[in-house]
């Protein structure tokens, strides 16, 4: 499943940056992660929990920050399985200055795979989407608050 989109976030490049860099940021603002824990620097434990359709998956697994460019570029990796199933992904982050805001371009690659993928197939893509919407709607209140 490829996605991809772009967002203005209401903060200058090098804020946004260090937001995406922030683990307890990404905690907060990714839906369905209960778990970041440092493993060494750009590389995390995440705990996952994720539901499609009625089906609901528990996940373990790794994300890891590579191809970092500051404060404009990096490559985001995420593996993990779990009791209904595994998935994969990559995605890669690009910043460029816009004034006081700052324009971000993403696209996305992830396999899901097992019973989640095989009860909700053809909703991967909506859930995908809503998912990155929540994503940045927390973002973008995070950086207006300041916090």
Not at 11 to 28: F, G, H, Q, S, Y
Not at 82 to 90: D, H, N, Q, Y
Not at 122 to 138: E, N, P, S
Request: hydrophobic share 35%; proline share 4%.
């Amino acid at each position: 499943m490829k996605l991809e989109g772009t967002n203005t976030l209401p903060a200058p490049i090098e804020t946004v940056w260090k937001m995406l860099n922030d683990p307890e940021a990404l905690r907060r603002c990714t839906p369905g992660l209960h778990e970041l824990r440092e493993l060494e620097p750009d590389r995390y434990e995440a705990t996952l929990t994720i539901g499609i359709a009625a089906v609901r998956g528990s996940y373990k697994g790794t994300l890891s920050i590579t191809d970092k460019r500051a404060p404009s570029h990096y490559k985001l990796v995420l593996e993990g399985s779990g009791g209904s199933g595994f998935m994969k992904g990559e995605g890669i982050v690009d910043l460029e200055a816009q004034g006081d805001s700052t324009l971000l371009k993403w696209v996305g690659d992830m396999q899901i795979g097992g019973m989640i993928a095989g009860v909700g197939q053809r909703m991967l893509g909506g859930v995908g989407k809503m998912l990155i919407g929540q994503f940045f709607k927390c973002l973008e209140q995070q950086l207006t608050r300041g916090t």
